[in-house]
């Protein structure tokens, strides 16, 4: 197989007005052909900043005979833009559709940058009214990491939605399916999944996280079964929603639902121990701390979610 890599380095320039501030961020956008028709762009774990202008999600694109499907459009307006140029960079053909894995602003907010190319954005059934229940607080931090370079990273609402437990099924060319689904809660209760059927890669969207500690932002008990049914998949290739894989397909889902199942029997023993939440977040799958990236900064939240959710079985 052809392997591509492709760069695209960009400067943006910071404006006040018309007074030009001198500030200016550069990006290098690294694409990588991960299979027939597949490009994948991997995010950094860094924190959101004016460095990385939010480019912390895995994003990327399919190229079919007729069409481009892209999955995810990055964290800003300038993100997005720097996706749209390597997809320029590498095919001529029109960009159809844009899937919006979910509402989490790293997967959304380049998303405005496909608007010319008029493609049809696809959510799931959910995706709309958490999009906007989040807009404000979105925004607002996303002007407080990027400021003026957060202009024009915006919500927009998906022309096609497909119901939890459904499936589409999308033709980018003869005999090339892309099955789009939509998933029970799990990361979050509107997550959608990419399956490119020919090529046989699996965009996971946030279902799954490498190496950066999972999140949870909604049901740790959902979540943990929607894992055992990703287990049961035979995987080729996959584009997890953080990281880069290194592990077979398997072995990752079972890091993952290792550390889920983890938290989940240690926040029922600690509310069952009588502990207090404010003190259960410094205790609760702390020994997974030196396996995953970014845990001080989200596992803690993750332990709350958990709670929230047990302490009323
Ligand atoms: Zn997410």
């Not at 894992?227 to 049961?232: D, F, H, P, R, V």
């Not at 938290?263 to 003190?279: F, H, P």
Request: glycine share 8%; hydrophobic share 40%.
């Amino acid at each position: 197989m052809k392997k591509f890599k492709g760069f695209v380095f960009t400067c943006f320039f910071a404006f006040a007005g018309n007074l030009f501030i001198n500030q200016s961020y550069c990006l290098s956008f690294e694409i990588r052909q991960i299979a027939d028709g597949n490009f994948v762009h991997y995010g950094v774990h860094d924190e959101r900043s004016k460095t990385n202008l939010g480019d912390n999600a895995n994003i990327g694109f399919i190229v079919g005979d007729t069409c481009v499907l892209v999955v995810d459009a990055g964290g800003s307006l300038s993100v997005g833009q720097l996706l749209r140029q390597a997809i320029r960079k590498t095919t001529t053909k029109p960009i159809c559709f844009v899937v919006v894995t979910h509402a989490h602003p790293d997967h959304f907010f380049g998303a405005a940058a496909f608007k010319e190319d008029k493609p049809k954005y696809i959510g799931h059934a959910g995706l709309y009214s958490q999009l906007r229940i989040r807009e404000r607080f979105y925004k607002k931090t996303l002007l407080q990491d990027l400021g003026d370079l957060a202009k024009g990273s915006e919500i927009i609402k998906p022309d096609i939605i497909i119901e939890a437990g459904n499936t589409l099924t999308i033709s980018l060319g003869k005999q090339h399916d892309i099955v789009v689904k939509a998933w029970q809660p799990a990361h979050t209760d509107h997550d959608l999944t990419v399956f490119d059927k020919r090529s046989d890669v699996f965009w996971t969207g946030d279902l799954l996280f490498v190496n950066h500690v999972p999140i949870l932002d909604f049901s740790i008990k959902s979540f943990i079964n929607v894992m055992k049914e990703l287990s049961m998949l035979s995987v080729a290739n996959f584009v997890p929603g953080h990281g880069v894989p290194q592990l077979s397909w398997l072995e990752s889902v079972n890091n993952q639902l290792s550390y889920l199942n983890i938290v989940l029997v240690e926040t029922r023993d600690a509310i069952k121990s009588g502990l207090r939440l404010m003190d259960a977040v410094h205790v609760v799958g702390w020994t997974e701390k030196a396996e995953w990236i970014s845990f001080d900064s989200f596992h803690r939240r993750n332990v709350t979610t958990a709670w929230t959710e047990l302490e009323w079985e």
